[in-house]
Nanobody, 127 residues
Framework: QVQLVESGGGLVQPGGSLRLSCATPGFTLDYYTIGWFRQAPGKEREGASCISYSGSTNYADSVKGRFTISKDSAKNTVYLHLDSLKPEDTAVYYC?????????????????????WGQGTQVTVSS
């Protein structure tokens, strides 16, 4: 059974940092692309970043240069490092998994491309 478990959210001041984790017990990252999405109150869920099964990455313009995605295949975990956080980054952050999706360059998988989702973790940026 495919499971994704997010953690690492919390309250942080503007300019601060957080590291989100997406654990994927039960399946290997060698065959799955992982995406990070976020949804602010009253807004649609939007893609923030992705990392493919081969390790290529992509970022939304709104987070490029501030967020960094990485993975530790031995631990079956994907990380999203959030730096220089802004109040507009406040949202519930979700990770999602899809088999062999392309990610990188012109490829940025959308919401409907992913098959499995985590429960989300809240990130609040406020002074």
């Amino acid at each position: 059974q495919v499971q994704l478990v997010e953690s690492g959210g919390g309250l942080v001041q503007p300019g601060g940092s957080l590291r989100l984790s997406c654990a994927t017990p039960g399946f290997t990252l060698d065959y799955y692309t992982i995406g990070w999405f976020r949804q602010a109150p009253g807004k649609e869920r939007e893609g923030a970043s992705c990392i493919s099964y081969s390790g290529s990455t992509n970022y939304a313009d709104s987070v490029k240069g501030r967020f960094t995605i990485s993975k530790d295949s031995a631990k079956n975990t994907v990380y999203l490092h959030l730096d220089s956080l802004k109040p507009e980054d406040t949202a519930v952050y979700y990770c999602a998994a899809g088999p062999l999706l392309q990610c990188g360059g012109d490829w940025f998988p959308q919401y409907g491309d992913y098959d499995y989702w985590g429960q989300g973790t809240q990130v609040t940026v406020s002074s």
